[in-house]
C-alpha cells in the first residue's frame, strides 16, 4: 500500500533535518536519492521540508540586517533532527509558502549615492553600492544572483549542496562560504575576494576557472584573449565604499574624481589632462566631493573653480 502523504512528510521533515544537521555519508546519500526516486511525491515533500527549515531560521537573518555592515553572521545552531523532525513535518503549509518565496526571483535595487544592505532567505548577506541593480534567484541545486548594474558585496552562508553563483554579463563568481565583492564593468566584472576563496570564469571561455583567494582581486573581461591577472589587493581599502568612504593610495587624480562621479549627482571635472595623471594619497567621504577636490587641488598645485554642477579642477 503506497505511503499515505503525511508519511511521505514525516520521512521528508527526518531526511531534511539530518542532512541540515551534518553532511551525509555515502551510504545515506544513497538512501536518500533511492527514497526520492521511490515515489513522485517524495521530491515535492523533501523540497517543502528544506524550506522549512530556512523558514524558521528567518528570525536569525532578520536579526542581522541591524548589525553594522562588518559584522558576520551568526553561526547557525547545529540541530538534532530526531527532535525537529516531528515538529517539521506539521508546517508543510507554511513550508510551501517559504518554498514560493524562495523560488521566486527577487530583485534589489540603488540609487546614485545610496548604499543598501539586504538579508538573503538564506542567511547570506548583499551589500549594493552605488546605482547598482541585482536579483536573486535560488534553486535547489543553485543560489543565483544576478548583477545587472553595479558593484554588490556578498558574504556567503556557507551551504556545500547549493553554491553561491553571481552571475554579471558573461563572468561567473561561484562560492560555497566566503566574502566578496563583484563590480559589473562594461565587458567583464571585476572581483575582490576578502575572505575565503572564490573561483571565477567566463562563461563560453575555454580557459579554465581563475582561483582567487582572500587579499586578491582579477578583473575579467569578456574581450580580452590573455589569462585573468590575479593581483594582491587591501580588501579594507578597496571596499571602503561599504562604509561610504574612498581609500587613495597613489589612484590617478582622473580615477579618483571618476569615482567620486559615480556617487554623486555634484560632478568633479578635471580640465587638464595632465593634471589627471597626477597621484593622490588620502581617505575621504564619498559624499564630499568638494572635500576631494580641494585636498586634490592643494597636492597637485591645482585651483578648484566650483559651477552649480560641477566642480573643476584646473591648472593655476
Not at 538534532?80 to 527577487?106: C, D, E, H, N, Q
Not at 594619497?281 to 566631493?289: D, I, N
Amino acid at each position: 500500500m503506497p505511503d499515505t502523504a503525511h508519511d511521505i512528510d514525516e520521512a521528508a521533515a527526518a531526511w531534511a533535518v539530518r542532512r541540515d544537521a551534518a553532511p551525509l555519508g555515502a551510504a545515506q546519500q544513497a538512501a536518500l536519492d533511492a527514497w526520492l526516486a521511490s515515489d513522485p511525491r517524495c521530491r515535492g515533500a523533501y523540497l517543502r521540508a528544506q524550506a522549512g527549515l530556512r523558514y524558521i531560521d528567518q528570525a536569525r537573518v532578520a536579526q542581522d540586517i541591524a548589525q553594522p555592515l562588518v559584522d558576520q553572521p551568526a553561526p547557525r545552531p547545529r540541530r538534532s533532527w530526531k527532535r525537529y523532525a516531528a515538529g517539521l513535518a506539521g508546517v508543510t503549509a507554511i513550508a510551501a509558502a517559504a518554498l514560493f518565496y524562495m523560488m521566486t526571483p527577487l530583485e534589489f535595487a540603488t540609487g546614485v549615492g545610496e548604499l543598501r544592505r539586504v538579508a538573503l532567505v538564506d542567511g547570506s548577506t548583499a551589500t549594493l553600492n552605488t546605482d547598482s541593480d541585482l536579483r536573486v534567484a535560488f534553486a535547489d541545486t543553485e543560489r543565483r544572483i544576478t548583477l545587472d548594474r553595479g558593484e554588490a558585496w556578498f558574504q556567503v552562508a556557507k551551504d556545500k549542496h547549493r553554491p553561491f553563483v553571481v552571475h554579471a554579463g558573461d563572468v561567473r563568481v561561484r562560492a560555497t562560504g566566503t566574502a566578496f565583492a563583484v563590480h559589473r564593468l562594461a565587458d567583464g566584472a571585476d572581483v575582490v575576494v576578502s575572505e575565503g576563496s572564490v573561483l571565477a570564469w567566463i562563461e563560453g571561455n575555454n580557459r579554465p576557472p581563475a582561483a582567487i583567494p582572500a587579499g586578491r582581486r582579477v578583473a575579467l573581461h569578456a574581450t580580452d584573449p590573455a589569462p585573468a591577472r590575479i593581483e594582491l589587493v587591501k580588501p579594507a581599502a578597496a571596499l571602503a565604499w561599504r562604509d561610504g568612504a574612498i581609500s587613495l593610495e597613489g589612484q590617478t587624480i582622473a580615477a579618483a574624481a571618476s569615482e567620486f562621479n559615480r556617487y554623486n549627482r555634484l560632478q568633479i571635472e578635471i580640465a587638464d589632462p595632465a593634471l589627471g595623471r597626477q597621484r593622490v594619497v588620502g581617505y575621504f567621504q564619498l559624499s564630499r566631493p568638494d572635500q576631494f577636490a580641494r585636498a586634490a587641488a592643494q597636492m597637485s598645485g591645482a585651483q578648484v573653480r566650483t559651477r552649480p554642477d560641477r566642480i573643476v579642477l584646473t591648472k593655476r
